[in-house]
């Protein structure tokens, strides 16, 4: 969280360290719901893809330290959350709605019209 | 923050210090005395703490929290911090298929001891994007004096 930061060459924002955020799936008969906590994001510094069949969440935790701040002791050391999940074909990825609040994302993925579940009529004979 | 007196966790050294600290936990020798206060790996919410000429700055990483019940109390130089997360994922509905749950909930509470020159009477707290930053100030010490030689 310090003012300071160690740069490197070019390509090194794809190469920072990040740290993986804690995340809640679960589903129901609409969707799939992923909760993720990333303390410190903003909904600027917040970055979410999808690329084929794999979603990616990305966020940097904004330096708001004042001045000349000096660490005494720190628990947190990575500034970048990243997590990326592998998203099956009946999701359908064009309407996921996302919501970011006091440092919690909460997505949700329904699922295609067509794979909403279906009570299949079995004929006897 | 990097260049705290801990290591990076992902350097060598910093898998030679959790390796240290993992044997510290089975054969329970640890050179080092720590905080009283002191909590283990991993407890939530992480605090970072610094330090600046006028003020000690405390962060407090719990996202999901309502503002107004975060309890934020300073007393004999001890501050406190406490609340409670309540969970998200819907309760005992059989609908509901629960695949991960890695998030905490529940209440909890981190207590900090600071050091002797704060200025209880002045302290800010502000809760934003999930970061709880409680900045205390500091008396101001003395400037050092310059002693004229005769």
Known sequence: MSEKQKVGGPGADQQQRTVQPAIDVFEDAGGITLLADMPGVSRDHLDIKVEGDTLLIEGGVQRFTPEGLEAVYAEVQVPRYRRSFTLSRELDTARIEANLKDGVLSLHIPKQAHAQPRRIAVSAG | ?150
């Open chain 2, 1 to 150: 923050m990097y260049e705290s007196i801990l290591h990076h966790p992902n350097s060598l050294f910093g898998q030679f210090e959790r390796l240290r600290r993992e044997l510290d936990d089975v054969f329970g020798i640890s050179g080092l005395p720590s905080s009283i206060r002191s909590v283990a790996q991993g407890t939530v919410p992480a605090i970072n703490v610094g330090r600046t000429p006028g003020s000690i700055e405390v962060y407090a990483f719990a996202p999901g929290l309502d503002a107004s019940k975060i309890d934020v109390t300073l007393d004999r130089g001890v501050l406190r911090i406490a609340g409670d997360r309540v969970s998200a994922i819907p309760a005992d509905d059989p609908k509901v298929q629960v695949y991960t749950r890695e998030r905490g909930y529940g209440s909890f509470t981190r207590a900090i001891s600071l050091s002797e020159d704060i200025d209880p009477s002045q302290v800010q707290a502000n809760y934003r994007d999930g970061v709880l930053h409680v900045s205390i100030a500091r008396r101001e010490s003395p400037q050092p004096k310059r002693i004229n030689v005769q």
